[in-house]
Each structure stands twice: as C-alpha cells, then as structure tokens.
C-alpha cells in the first residue's frame, strides 16, 4: 500500500482531490454523516500524498511522473529524442509550495466546518476541484497541463467566491474575477501555441532546451509574465484582488492567496526555468522588479483609508506580493553576474517570504472571518471592544498583525529582513522603499486593532460570542507556524527554502531531469 | 542546526537570542518597578480620560474611517489620483492587463532587435 | 497572402474579442467577448496543426507506407488541445452567463458601470 502510494504519489495529488469532489455529493445524497467521514477521509489522503511527495523531494531530488508509462520514472523510451507523453514534474521549489498549500487546505476545512452552514456538500466538492487545480498547476512539468490546471483552478474559484450567491456583491467579484481569469489564460494559451507552432513541443523542459529565441518567442514571453502576474495580483493588474479576496467566504479566502501564489509559481516558472537562457532576461527581472515595487507601495496605500475589514486585508496582500516579486526579480538578476550570492539571499527572502505569507495572511483573513461570523458586520466603523468579548482572536490576531508588519520575532521579520539586507547591496532605495511599506502595513494593523478590538463596547454588539472551537483551532494552527517559523528561521531556510532557491536558479537541473 | 544563524547577506538575525534579551530588559523595567512607591491604589480620579484638552465621554471612540485624518490630507493629491483609477468597472481591469502586456512587448521588441 | 488567411481570422477574432472586452459595458457582451477570445484562439491552434493532404494518424492497418508516415500523417496533439481547450471554453462561458444571470435577478442592471459596488 505505501509503495504504491509512495511511487504513484504524483499522479495521486491530482486524481484524489478529483475522486473526492466526485465523491462527496454523492455520498451527500445519501447520509449527511457518511458525507462528512468522506471529505475527512479525503482531506487526510491528500496531504499525507502531499506530505510524502515533498519528503520524497527533499530527500532523494526532482520526482517525475510520467502518465500512462511503465515505469512511471523514466521520461521517454531510448528511441525517442523527446517525452511525448505527460510529464509531472516535482523539483524543490514545486514541493515547497504543495506543502504550503496542503498545510492551507487543511487549515481551511477545519475553519470551514462551523463557518459554512448550508450547502456544504457542494462546498466541499468545489473545495476539492480547486485542490486538484492546485496541485495540478504545482507539479505538471507540461505547459498545456499548466493552461489547463489554470482554468480549473479559476473556474472552481469563481464558484466558490460566488458561493454567497443571495449576496450580489458576491456574485459581481465572481464575475469579475472569472473574466480576468479567462482572460489570462486565454493568453497563456495563445502563447503556448506560438511556442508548439515553432518547436513542436509542450514539455517546459525540452522546450526550454529547444527555445531559440526568436522575436515570437519574446511575443509568447511577453503574453505569459504578464498574464501570469494578472493571476499573482501585481500592481497595476490587481483591481480584482480586493473584490474576490473581500467577499470570498474566509477560508476560501486563505485558499486563494495560494492559488495567487500557486500563479506567482507559474511566473517564476517561466522565467527562470522556461526562459531561463534567454539573453534579455534582465530585462525581465526588471520588469519584476517594478511591478514589485508598484505593487508593495500601491497596495499598501491603498490599504490604508479602507473601511470594509477584509478588503483592507485583501489590498495588504497585494502589498505582500510585491515582496516576493522584489526578493525573486533580484534573484533573477543577479543570477550568473557577480552580484549573485546576494541575488540568492534575496531569493530566499522572498520564497520565505511566500511561505510566511501563506500563513500570517491566512491567519489574518480566517480572523477577520471569524469577527464577521460572530457580529455579522464587515464595516470597521461598526466594530468596538471586541477584544473583551472575543480573547482568543483578539490574541491570534495580534499574531497575524505582528507578521504582517514584520515586528520580531515573528516569521514575517525573518524574511523581510533577508530580503531588506540583500535589496541594499543592490539599491539602497529598494530596501527603503520596502521599510516604507512596511511601517505603513504596521500603521494600518494599528488601525484596525484599535477600531476593532478596542475602544468601549457599542450596544449593538452586546451579544457577540467567541467563535466555536474548530474556527479557533484553525486559528491556532496557523498562529503556531507563524510564531514557530519566527522562532527557528534559520532551519526552515536551510532545510526547504534553500533547496527551493536552488532548484529554481539551476535550470539545467529540470532539463536534465527529463532530457 | 535548528538554533544556527541565519546569514542574511549584510547582516544576520538569531531570534532566540533577541528574545532572551527582550527578556533581561523586561527584567530590568521589573526591578526598576520594584523601586516604586508602596501602598498605590487605583481609583478613577487618577486614571481620567482627556480627549483634545476635554475630558472624554466613557463611551466615545474614534471611527476607523477618522483614523491618520492628517495623513489622507497631506496625501490628498495622491489619493485623488489613485481612487479615480480604481473604478471598479470590469473594462478597466482588462484595459490595465492590455496596457502592461503591451508595454512589456515594446520593451522587449526594443532590446530584441538592439540585440540582433 | 490566401495560404495565411486563417491566421489573419486569428488576429482579426483575438483583435475583435478585446476590442469587446475594452469597449462594451454590457455584461452578456463581455461575456461574449470572452468567447471570440476563445474562438480565435482555438482557431490558431487547430490551423498549427493543419496539413495540406494529411491522413488521421492510425498506425493500424494505415494505407501509407511506413516510410511515407512522417510525411503525410498529421500530429495529433494540436487537435487534442483544442478539443481540451473547447471544453473548458464552454465551462467558463456556462459560469459566466449564469453570474450574469445572478446579478440581472438582484439589479435588474446588466451594465457593466452601474455593476462596480465593490470598488476603491
């Protein structure tokens, strides 16, 4: 059983979650309990696959999968001078952020237990499709399964960020965010196809090797980093970000900062590994670079005059993303130059910087949940004194603010700090730019905190209760990370950020894997 | 391993090692306190709210939307400039994707053919 | 100019899907724009993999020569990403229109500028 589960683990990351949201109305039809045992079921297969793909990454190297083969392993029969069949491939950078997205999904459907009252099984069943769009998007090593996994993955968001369907607000961002998302991938998909009109080829591998560089390439490349950086929510493509994030309900909201991320994978994706030789591609981590910078400062003051709890955090997320771009876009500058040591510190920074966010932001959004299940208001001027009534969040919510500003010793100043030290041997404006940024988050938590949380009880919120355990022990989980990744940073870089960094700037390493 | 050093290119950070010396500055203020006046009680009288030179109702409080109000003013030509874009209209959100993609093509074309 | 027609078709239906995107405020008609996206696109794939007397590549019983396969036998794949993109292409559109319909029961407003409550 476990070597099987262990040698197919790949393939099972995608068709587990496929099973399951097959499965979950159609046990709902039958008994209600039986339905919940099967989502729990499933929720535990999948992250024990997740967890055994990453270990087996960490442990032995790239994993790849190749479907319908006999051996599952071996890329392509020695008579042929290319994979033609579908490749998974999982390298360092790719199990890092299954792992990331496994520890989220778990955390949501705990959250999600109490939080979401009618409806589940169809809730579930969604839930499930975006995993499997998740994941897929995280391991495929084939370019049109990444188009295709894409859209799996917004279609199944877009169902759930309508799923307050009675709420018309709701359905608005749904809408909103599915034509910006098909959008997107509609050009990702166009510019596969100018890359398979040229080189015959799918595989980001082979094509990576195969890519000459010619000025259609560079039109595919343009369509892919900035479609790509769309679905991420850069600055100044980020307008549906604060719709979709703000109306979500909270734990679909943690799952789609992952999926924000899951894209900003597909991004560095492309850039490091698929254009990895291309000799403009400074030119490309400049671009980077800026939408950034745009996206840290934009967000961030944007964040700060708003008034609805969750957008506020939804702007603040934008803000964070600019973060990673700017750790990663240096990387991808300095790579191959003298300046490299510091472009790999940089880099690390902001995959640190992707894991932590995941975290504190999620955090940060599951109590800004809680506060609205608990009092039904989203607007802050309508929130005071809630830190009597509410002490659990209150204290979970301190955690998330604390990270989010990057104040020691939490997680967020961890990487913060990694990516403001290795900014200024590049620019000294970068890292000022990002302690601007940074103080000003810290300012707006401030905000929020003393409107929320403090400040004398307002009548109307007399009967406001704690929130039911499991949205707390969601709650606790993440805080426990936040406050765990702060304590030890130093571990984490070296045990899963370091071979993540490496695997994406080592581009011969992925060709080499399959080629 | 798990309590090594984390380089961070200039500098490095050890947070357990900030955290005993959060602790030994805590310690301090204690014992600082501890010099303190015996026999303190609280009562209201000492503990009254002003708000701007007034004394403050109990029960007011500052709306969130009232908060940094200085800020907003300084920032104002800023903001002005920056809410009329955010127009919430779905043609705007696709119109700002065609306008980045396109001035990502122009820089590219432009080293592309500098470069051949 | 006349061999390369059905790439002008492509750029004419992603130039016209845009210009739809862009330009029309009305909900449905975006939705449409989406579409023609879609459709111009899938056009561009399926004319990549055309080939002037091309046979279905079935190994089985071919009536070609071996020798003759490379030449004459068309690559499946781009045809298999069609069919695939086709699809999903019909699932957004259904998810689309029905969030259309969502929002014209609770407004009575297809407008696209009256349809931005959440904004700023």
Known sequence: MITILQQHSAALLVALPLLFAFLTPLTAKLNAKLSKLVIFIGLALITLTAAIVSFDVFSTGTKLYVMGAELPSVAKPASLTIPVRIIFEIDAFSAFMILIAALIAVVACVYSLRFIKESTSKYYSVFFLMLAGMFGLLSTGDLFNLFVFIEVLSLASAGLIAFRHNEVESVEAAYKYLIISSLASLMILFAIGILYGQYGLLNIAALAKALRFSFVDVVALALLVSALAMKAGSVPMHFWVPDAYSRAPAAITALLVVASQACLYALFRISFTLFGAFPLIQLIAWAIIILGLLSMFVGVTMALPQKDIKRLMAYHAISQTGYMLLGVGLGLLANNSAMAPFGLKAMEGGIFHIMNHAMYKSLLFLTAGAIIYATGKRNLDELSGLAKKMPFTTIFFIIGAAAIAGLPPTNGFASKLLIYESAYMFNPLFSIIAMIVSVLTLVSFVKVFCAAFLGPELKELADVKEVPKSMLLAMLLLAFFVLLFGLFPSFVVKTIVEPAANALLNQAAYIGAVL | ?116 | ?120
């Open chain 2, 1 to 116: 391993m798990i309590l090594a050093i984390l380089e961070t290119g200039k500098g490095f950070w050890e947070p357990i090692t900030f955290l005993a010396f959060a602790l030994l500055v805590c310690l301090t203020v204690f014992i600082i306190r501890m010099f303190g006046r015996k026999g303190f009680t609280y009562s209201k009288d000492k503990a009254r709210a002003f708000f701007s030179g007034n004394l403050a109702d109990e029960n007011s409080r500052v709306k969130a939307s009232d908060y940094f109000w200085g800020f907003f003013e300084a920032m104002k030509p800023y903001y002005n400039l920056i809410m009329k874009i955010h127009t919430g209209i779905i043609n705007d959100y696709v119109l700002w994707f065609v306008i980045v993609a396109s001035l990502l093509l122009i820089a590219l074309t432009l080293g592309v053919f500098q470069w051949v």
């Open chain 3, 1 to 120: 100019m006349i061999e390369n027609i059905h790439f002008i078709a492509v750029a004419l239906l992603i130039a016209l899907g845009i210009y739809t995107l862009i330009f029309k405020r009305n909900l449905i008609k975006i939705a449409m724009g989406i579409s023609i996206l879609a459709s111009g696109i899938n056009l561009f794939l399926i004319s990549l993999g055309y080939r002037a007397q091309g046979i279905a590549p079935i190994f089985t019983n071919a009536a070609i020569a071996a020798s003759e396969v490379q030449a004459k036998m068309v690559l499946p794949a781009p045809q298999a990403l069609t069919l695939t993109s086709i699809v999903i292409s019909l699932a957004v559109t259904a998810l689309m229109l029905s969030f259309a319909i969502i929002i014209y029961q609770k407004t009575g407003s297809l407008d696209a500028t009256k349809s931005r409550r959440l904004k700023g």
